[in-house]
């Protein structure tokens, strides 16, 4: 015999759990699979008649004030529903979510009992019933393109701006305004995202299309970029324009007809699109005159279910049998559980969703180039939450912003750390800075992986040269003696 501690799940915990980490639609095939399993559960669709409701309206708003100067906001919460207590973000501890006779607290955690850990990426492949789409697709190479959570941001946002048939219909001085962002930036992670699978997608026009393509093989020559440039010429036969434009004979054009009808015009046709749903934010943001940002929950996707309590006191009150008896206990309990769970998966949401807006406020006031380091575990320890809790929330739920709608992972970012203990720079702002010395380096002065040390170093950044090494790799930029040689070329 021993004696020993072992932490068991009940079935209530596990379904906390699964509730939490359930996308909104998701999480409506849930509720009405649990309608037609439980008698005792009805679902609301008039806020204004629950007033006798058991469980309290998750819908809530949070408004924060942005401090330019210090980077952090004073917050305070406010529930909008009458009747409801009001609840100060980061001021509970995590206790047993079944303690609260009351309903949950805004602070549980339901973590705790995971079977394993939680991965903060996004398995697409694991959350699409039936065939991937095009932006599915491209979503799922994000993660291996090596861009930093800035341009992760840009190229999320170009992805959403994207048709069926793989183009791009959003002018890039648009995406660039809203994003607060440099149209280089932009116009360079456009050029990534270009070279995703399949070839040919993220074009702005046919004859960029074609060009990916061509280039992909490695037959984009000049005669064939004319021909491209005068597709009108092809679409009327004109072959001798065609010979005159691109300076070449007659069995030459036909060759680059025939290559050209091997081409794909509209790169995404090969995808699904019956399975294609739009995204749905789980939380609204909202800039306000008085320099506050409001961030509120969708309720308009926030299912909400409630105990018929009418009905089980008449059924209760009904003869019945052992095994009867047993169903409606088993229902009444679970129906109850369940409308607690929504309650706190709501407000979990939302002290999540304003903890990131507070940290990365810089990027709402002035853009991509503000973003901050943030990791799970300082949202975590804000909001005195698991950071395993944190890491759950994250995963396929959606900000709307004045600058478009994201993930809340996107958020997330490495730092490095300062000299002379100031505050830590955020790895995308010193993968900017990197690429910035290198594209301003003279030919005849190429930067050694060494020398950006030093110059980072007199900025402020304390970084190792192999991190400046893998930086400058996951920028597509060769080495100092790579760029030397290729400038000696030029």
């Not at 932006?135 to 291996?144: A, D, R, T």
């Not at 440039?229 to 300076?247: F, I, Q, S, Y």
Request: with cysteine; aromatic share 6%.
């Amino acid at each position: 015999m021993r004696q020993g501690q072992s932490l068991v799940m009940t079935p209530q915990l596990q379904q906390a759990i699964k509730l939490l980490q359930l996308s909104n639609q998701e999480l409506s095939e849930f509720i009405e699979a649990e309608l037609e399993r439980n008698p005792l559960l009805v679902k609301v669709e008039d806020e204004g008649g629950s007033a006798a409701a058991e469980a309290s309206d998750p819908k809530s708003r949070e408004q924060l004030t942005l401090d330019e100067r210090s980077g952090l906001g004073e917050a305070r919460d406010q529930l909008d529903a009458p009747g409801e207590d009001v609840f100060e973000p980061g001021t509970g501890s995590d206790a047993a979510l079944a303690a609260d006779a009351r309903g949950p607290s805004a602070t549980t955690d339901w973590s705790g009992a995971s079977n394993g850990p939680a991965s903060e990426d996004f398995d697409y492949a694991a959350n699409v019933s039936g065939d991937v789409t095009l932006h599915e697709h491209l979503h799922s190479q994000l993660s291996f393109a090596g861009l930093s959570a800035a341009d992760r941001l840009i190229a999320a946002r170009l992805i959403d701006e994207m048709d069926e048939t793989g183009y791009l219909r959003a002018p890039l001085e648009d995406v660039a305004k809203a994003l607060g962002a440099d149209i280089a930036n932009v116009e360079a992670v456009l050029t990534v995202c270009q070279g995703f699978d399949p070839t040919g997608v993220m074009a702005r026009s046919v004859p960029e299309c074609l060009a990916l393509q061509l280039r992909d093989r490695g037959r984009l020559d000049p005669a064939m970029q004319a021909m491209l440039d005068n597709l009108h010429l092809v679409a009327r036969h004109d072959m001798k324009a065609l010979m005159d434009v691109c300076g070449v004979d007659k069995a030459d054009i036909q060759d680059m007809l025939l290559e050209l009808r091997q081409l794909s015009p509209k790169p995404g046709a090969g995808f699904s699109s019956d399975t294609t749903v739009a995204v749905a934010p789980d939380v609204y943001v909202r800039e306000l005159p008085n320099g506050m940002f409001a961030v509120e929950l969708n309720s308009d996707n926030l299912p909400r279910v409630l105990m018929d309590k009418a009905y089980y006191a008449e059924v209760t009150a009904l003869p019945m049998r052992e095994k009867e008896k047993e169903f409606i206990s088993e229902c009444a309990a679970s129906a109850s559980w369940l409308v607690k769970s929504l309650d706190q998966r709501a407000r979990t949401i939302l002290k999540v969703a304003s903890e990131i807006v507070r940290q990365q406020d810089g990027f709402f006031a002035h853009g991509v180039a503000h973003l901050r380091p943030l990791n799970l575990k300082q949202v975590a320890d804000a909001i005195e939450m698991h950071e395993s809790t944190v890491s759950r929330v994250t995963t396929n739920k959606y900000m709307a912003t004045p600058r478009g709608l994201f993930e809340f992972k996107y958020f997330f970012s490495a730092s490095i750390p300062a000299t002379g203990g100031g505050e830590a720079h955020s790895a995308e702002a010193v993968r900017h800075r990197i690429k910035q010395l290198i594209d301003e380096e003279a030919p005849e002065d190429v930067l050694s992986d060494d020398q950006i040390v030093e110059i980072l170093t007199g900025f402020g950044i304390e970084i190792a040269r192999r991190t400046v090494a893998k930086y400058r790799e996951s920028l597509n930029i060769p080495s100092s003696v790579q760029r030397r040689r290729m400038g000696r070329a030029g």
